[in-house]
C-alpha cells in the first residue's frame, strides 16, 4: 500500500486515486458488483491495506477457507498470518441472517459482533452484505443502514459493504437508492468494453474531498485481483 495515502482505510486497488480509493474514519461504505471475482478481490485488497496499518474484521457468506486460498493465489500471504496473530478476524454468516435481522433487528446483528470484540478503529468488510439487509422494503434498509453506520461511528473504525443483488437493472434498484442517504460513499463495478469492467463512482468521500459521477475502467489480473485504469487504456 502507498505510504502517501491519506488514510489508514483504503481500499488497496493499484491504480485507484486516493481521492475515490480511501476511505473516512467512521464513514460506511457500499460498492455493488455482480461479479464474484470482483467481488473477493475487494474483500481480499482492502482487508490487505487495512492490515499494513491496523486490524481488519471480514464478515462474510462465503467459506473463510477459500477466501484464504485465494488471498494466497493472489500473493497476499500475509492474511493467514494476521488471522493468527489475531490482527484479523473472520466471522461467517448463517444462511438465516437476512431472516434474522428483519425478525431481530440489526443491533442484535452489531451486539453479536461486540460479543466477539470486533476491536475499535478495525476496518470492518462486509461480503455478502445482501444479507444484512430487508433488500424487498426500502423503508426498512434505510432504518438497517443507519444502524450499521451508528455502530461503525461508535467503534470508530470504517465499515466496507459490498453487495451483489443492487444493480440498477434489478428488482432491488430501490434498495439501493434508500440506502445512499446513510452512506458516505457508494459505487458500482460494472460490466464494462471488451470484457472490462466499468468503476463507477456515484459518490465517495474521503480524507481529501469528496467526488461524484465518474467512471474509470476496471479489470480482473491474471493473479485474480482487482486493478484499475482511465478508461483510454
Not at 448463517?94 to 425478525?103: D, L, M, P, T
Not at 465518474?214 to 489480473?221: C, N, P
Amino acid at each position: 500500500m502507498d505510504s502517501d495515502f491519506p488514510s489508514e482505510y483504503c481500499l488497496g486497488i493499484p491504480g485507484l486515486p486516493s481521492l475515490f480509493g480511501c476511505m473516512v474514519p467512521g464513514g460506511l461504505y457500499a460498492i455493488q458488483s455482480a461479479s464474484p471475482p470482483a467481488r473477493v478481490a475487494l474483500a481480499l485488497q482492502s482487508l490487505g491495506a487495512a492490515l499494513g496499518r491496523g486490524r481488519a474484521a471480514l464478515i462474510t457468506n462465503a467459506a473463510p477457507e477459500r477466501l484464504l486460498n485465494r488471498s494466497g493465489e493472489m500473493g497476499m500471504g500475509g492474511l493467514p498470518q494476521a488471522l493468527r496473530d489475531k490482527k484479523l478476524q473472520i466471522f461467517r454468516l448463517k444462511e438465516s441472517s437476512a431472516k434474522n435481522v428483519f425478525r431481530y433487528g440489526p443491533q442484535r446483528f452489531t451486539q453479536e459482533l461486540d460479543y466477539f470484540k470486533v476491536p475499535e478503529r478495525a476496518m470492518v468488510v462486509f461480503d455478502g452484505a445482501d444479507d444484512l439487509f430487508t433488500l424487498q422494503d426500502t423503508f426498512v434498509v434505510a432504518e438497517q443502514a443507519r444502524a450499521y453506520r451508528d455502530w461503525i461511528r461508535q467503534k470508530g473504525g470504517c465499515g466496507l459493504m459490498l453487495f451483489s443483488l443492487l444493480s440498477q437493472s434489478s428488482q432491488f434498484a430501490g434498495a439501493y437508492q434508500a440506502l445512499l442517504d446513510h452512506l458516505d460513499g457508494a459505487l458500482r463495478l460494472e460490466s464494462g468494453r471488451e470484457q472490462h469492467l466499468t468503476w463507477s463512482v456515484d459518490f465517495w468521500g474521503s480524507p481529501t474531498g469528496m467526488v461524484a459521477s465518474r467512471s474509470l475502467g476496471a479489470r480482473i489480473e491474471p493473479d485474480g485481483s482487482l486493478s484499475v485504469f482511465e478508461e483510454s487504456e
